[in-house]
């Protein structure tokens, strides 16, 4: 069964500072990945996906994410950290093989609340 | 653009009563998924159905049930309501349910049981 990974339940990095949010995840086939962003009280806004191609994916808001298939790892990443960057982030996967046996889900990992200080 | 709808957007029970949650996904999409999020807690998906048929199921309780109707709009029920079903509700829609498209979710229905 697919599952994601979140590490850290918190980060916290200083504005302008580059910021990493990172995510491992386990599948059957390959992976299709992708990082959401919460802010309080609403839901969840859709950043980036890594289908296939380019490890490197670039997503709203400045945001970018490196796919490592021999670490199983997709970390979000930004260059230059804003304070609105301040929010909840969910990695998330689905993979082929469930896919093929109809368990069409995405799954999410636990979330990481990402703090930016002034 | 048009974005998933959510319907109530905040909702209020007592224990034993029963709920509907509604859901509008984005025009031209086909395929639906239903998230429950508990307080500091991550999505977890309940059900989901692609072209009005339910195309998997996750832990939705047996007194949930939900369905697809013919203009893809979703409807979740909810019944024997517990204290812990307060949650916040995620609908998401998608097009083609294709491996390679996002979901987008809705504003989310926040249920509070007392």
């Known amino acids: 069964a697919q599952s994601v990974a979140q590490p850290e339940d918190q980060v916290n990095v200083a504005e302008g500072n580059p910021l990493t949010v990172k995510c491992t995840y386990s599948?059957?086939?390959?992976?299709?990945l992708f990082w959401y962003v919460q802010y309080p009280n609403r839901g969840l806004q859709f950043l980036l996906k890594?289908?296939?191609?380019?490890?490197l994916v670039k997503g709203s808001y400045g945001f970018e994410a490196e796919f490592n298939k021999s670490q199983t790892s997709f970390h979000l990443k930004k260059p230059s950290a804003l304070v609105s960057d301040s929010a909840l982030y969910f990695c998330?996967?689905?993979?082929?093989?469930?896919?093929?046996?109809?368990?069409?889900?995405?799954?999410f990992g636990k979330g990481t609340r990402l703090h930016i200080l002034p | 653009a048009a974005g998933v709808i959510q319907s109530p957007r905040h909702l209020i029970k007592e224990k034993r009563e029963t709920a509907t949650l509604k859901c509008y996904p984005i025009p031209r999409h086909d395929t639906v998924y239903w998230y429950q999020q508990g307080p500091g807690q991550d999505p977890q998906f309940l059900i989901s159905?692609?072209?009005?048929?339910?195309?998997d199921k996750g832990s939705i309780p047996d007194r949930f049930s939900a369905q697809q109707f013919s203009d893809y709009h979703s409807e979740l029920n909810m019944s024997s309501l517990e204290l812990g079903d307060s949650a916040l509700y995620f609908c998401?829609?998608?097009?083609?349910?294709?491996?390679?498209?996002?979901?987008?979710f809705g504003q989310g229905t926040r249920l509070t049981v007392v």
């Open positions: 998330a996967v689905r993979d082929t093989v469930s896919f093929m046996n109809r368990d069409d889900k995405i799954i």
């Open positions: 599948v059957s086939g390959n992976p299709y």
């Open positions: 159905f692609y072209e009005k048929m339910q195309s």
């Open positions: 998401a829609s998608s097009h083609g349910g294709g491996m390679n498209t996002e979901a987008f």
């Open positions: 890594y289908i296939t191609g380019d490890n």
